[in-house]
């Protein structure tokens, strides 16, 4: 069952099988114009496509075209703010119609039938964690390098020849940048396989512009309740979103439920998720993460500017353990080498934290920097 799950994601996430959104990119529907067709017409043609080799348009382009008039009253995320964002207006996410990317690298750092992966941060995003360890992209939305479609896909494909083997898009958040990444799927040349590496707050006709594109989710199912998801996320109705979003996605194509434990918060956020996880996705894979670390407001924040304890790694791990999900197939080795790869290129920048009880926090480690932390863990 282990190696059938693992050669499953594999599959979904290393381009075994031919990505999804090359199918859409095939698939051409009959319609006469897509700048003149009304968005009812629109949503008939993408969730009724007929196949016609002689059509006009393919269904790629037809979710395009959607995800731009999704853009003029946008309704990408589930805050729904109705601003026109190609006009230059921003709402909650603070971009516009236009896409930064502050970092892209090969990385080895997802679950292990992913790597290597080609991991994509774009700036802005739909919620406030007080945590978030990319904090400069959410005050600045035009942190990082202009995005341009034609150059994004450009280096997608200069990735995969260095050995990436899939795309990992992540943010910030991703959704907010659909009419981009969409159109930047367009213009590859070869195909590889997405992933889709999001807080799962968005909208419903998101993820039906997303089906058929993503061959892999990543979800962060991050708080168990509205109080939580409030006074931490900035977001009030996440966990409904993200569940209702999560159950479309495991229809949809593969999914990995990520859960990031924080302190003070398995009772009220680990344990809710985890019960429904069994319920509803039982055997869909649950990362449990321990590594949290305090960033950005939650420095300010004397319940959230601390590390979790010995107990609380336990308690979650029995939580989990006593619902049966399926959390211990990321610890079978795939016996792959980590190559030497090219660096990434982008404004990140190494962030040295020290934290008001004394602990030093280091986030995006330069390996130049490497020796001196090991000389300081090591007291020399």
């Known amino acids: 069952m282990v190696q059938q799950l693992l050669d499953s994601y594999r599959q979904a996430a290393c381009g075994k099988k031919l990505s999804c959104y090359v199918n859409a990119r095939e698939k051409h529907v009959r319609i006469p114009d897509l700048d003149a067709a009304s968005i009812g017409d629109l949503w008939a043609v993408h969730n009724d496509p007929k196949t016609d080799i002689e059509g006009n348009y393919s269904l790629l382009d037809v979710k395009i075209e959607l995800s731009r008039r999704l853009l003029r009253s946008c309704s990408l995320c589930q805050r729904q703010c109705g601003v026109d964002r190609t006009a230059g207006e921003h709402g909650y996410c603070g971009t516009g119609s236009d896409s930064y990317c502050f970092f892209d690298q090969i990385l080895y750092g997802e679950e292990a039938p992913l790597i290597p992966s080609h991991e994509v941060f774009l700036s802005g995003c739909n919620m406030r964690c007080k945590f978030c360890y990319s904090w400069q992209s959410l005050e600045n939305t035009s942190y990082g390098k ?130 429904w996880m069994s ?28 590390s979790l304890t010995q107990e609380e790694i336990n308690e979650a791990r029995s939580i989990v353990s006593s619902l049966g999900l399926n959390t211990c197939e990321w610890n079978t080795p795939l016996g792959l080498e980590r190559q030497m790869l090219p660096t990434g290129t982008g404004e990140i920048s190494t962030t040295v934290i020290i934290r008001p009880d004394g602990r030093v926090a280091i986030m995006h480690l330069h390996s130049d920097l490497l020796k001196v932390v090991q000389s300081l863990e090591s007291g020399r």
Request: one cysteine or more; glycine letters at 6%.
């Open 146 to 275: 202009f995005l341009d479609p034609a150059d994004f896909a450009k280096i997608i494909e200069s990735r995969k020849a260095e050995g990436a083997v899939n795309l990992n898009l992540i943010g910030g958040e991703p959704t907010v940048h659909l009419p981009n990444i969409l159109q930047s799927l367009k213009l590859l040349k070869s195909s590889i396989p997405i992933l889709w590496n999001s807080n799962f707050y968005m909208s419903e006709e998101t993820m039906r512009l997303l089906d058929g594109v993503i061959d892999l989710y990543l979800g962060d199912f991050k708080f168990g309740n509205k109080q939580c998801a409030l006074e931490i996320g900035g977001v009030e109705d996440y966990f409904e979103t993200a569940s209702r979003n999560f159950k479309a996605a495991a229809v949809s194509s593969d999914l990995i439920i990520r859960h990031l434990v924080l302190p003070g918060h398995v009772e009220c956020c680990l344990r809710p998720i985890a019960n």
């Open 279 to 306: 319920k509803n996705l039982p055997g869909v894979p649950f990362n449990l993460m321990f590594q949290y670390t305090p960033f950005y407001r939650a420095l300010d924040d004397a319940a959230l500017c601390c």
